[in-house]
């Protein structure tokens, strides 16, 4: 189903003075426009995720606060061998995570982690410590590269403002138990940034894929459906081109290494998996569960020219996420 979107060109308040949606603030832009100024607490979700893809590894590290709770996460994949590496920490509260208004920065400690993003809008620095891995990364985006910023709005009082940002190219330092691994050429990241008010449950499909000369993907569904915005957009040579559609989903809850489609009359691609990465926690007050496997896409998607591009060779992954929380 095909929705009609408003795309914004100048700075808005995501919520008005009574912490309500701004209705102004619906609609996406091609630059982070939004100043995510949530009032209230219980409900309010922020958070900073960076996907990094390498020829050898994966990496991925979280950054977020559920208002009454830090959650710091960071998981490591060798390629070659599937060993995973999986680090958390819980802080009550959310005492000490900084997740500013605007997003793409952020910083928090844990009793065993601790992270810091920040720098230019030409350079993002990653910095992290866990046991036994360390990372000291800068993310690059050449100039007039663009990302896909929008807000999902359910209600006046449950909303969404994500920054999907792929195909940037990331160097820099990553240990594990004191053995460099390299990251340079070949080497991607993907930004999900997030600040928000969500419903008690919630589940999402998100997939995004990435490839030199700034190529890229970002697509997402269920948690989008009917609200007439959607997260999805094909980057050609650096450029976002939106997909006001939205897109059908279709993988085996059996058998997450099958192919998963994702498809519509604007876009029609599969990712191919390698490897499944499942993680569940159930604490009765909060839950989650995920299934995020990484692959390779084949397909082709639309662009705003009309002009179908192929999507052949990105590299990046598929997921389903069901929160309680």
Same mark, same amino acid.
């Given at each position: 189903m095909p929705t009609t979107e408003r795309e914004l060109t100048a700075p808005v308040d995501l919520c008005g003075a009574d912490g309500r949606l701004n209705p102004a603030a619906v609609g996406w832009s091609r630059t982070p426009l939004h100043r995510a100024n949530l009032r209230g607490w219980g409900r309010a979700k922020r958070w900073e995720y960076w996907g990094i893809v390498t020829p050898t590894h994966v990496l991925g590290v979280t950054v977020s606060s559920l208002d009454y709770a830090a959650l710091y996460s960071l998981y490591v994949l060798d390629r070659a061998t599937g060993r995973e590496i999986e680090r #958390?920490?819980?802080v009550p509260l959310a005492t000490g995570v900084v997740l500013p208004e605007r997003t793409g920065t952020a910083s928090g400690r844990g009793r065993t982690l601790a992270f810091e993003f920040g720098g230019t809008p030409a350079a993002t620095t990653l910095k992290g410590r866990a046991p036994d891995i360390d990372f000291d990364l800068t993310v690059q985006r050449d100039p007039g590269h663009e990302a896909l #910023?929008? @807000? @999902? +709005?359910?209600s006046p009082k449950r909303f969404q403002y994500t920054v999907k940002d792929v195909a940037l190219p990331v160097i820099g330092q990553l240990l594990i138990a004191g053995v460099e691994v390299p990251v340079g050429e070949g080497s991607f990241a993907v930004l999900d940034s997030g600040r928000g008010k969500w419903p008690r449950s919630i589940t999402w499909n998100w997939a995004a894929g990435s490839a030199p000369g700034g190529r890229g993907l970002t697509v997402g569904g269920t948690w989008t459906d009917g609200t007439g915005s959607t997260e999805n957009g094909v980057l050609v040579d650096g450029r976002l081109h939106k997909i006001g559609e939205e897109l059908r989903w279709d993988y085996d809850r059996t058998d997450w290494m099958r192919p998963w489609r994702i498809h519509g009359a604007t876009v029609?691609?599969?990712?191919? +998996?390698?490897?499944?990465?499942?993680?569940a926690t159930d604490m009765k007050i909060i839950a989650s569960e995920t299934h995020q496997c990484f692959g390779e896409f084949t397909g082709w998607a639309t662009t705003e020219d009309g002009e179908r @591009?192929?999507?052949d060779g990105l590299v990046g992954w598929a997921e389903e996420a069901r929160q309680l929380w």
């Open positions: #958390a920490d819980t #910023a929008v @807000v @999902v +709005p359910w029609d691609v599969t990712l191919h +998996p390698f490897h499944e990465r499942s993680a @591009v192929g999507v």
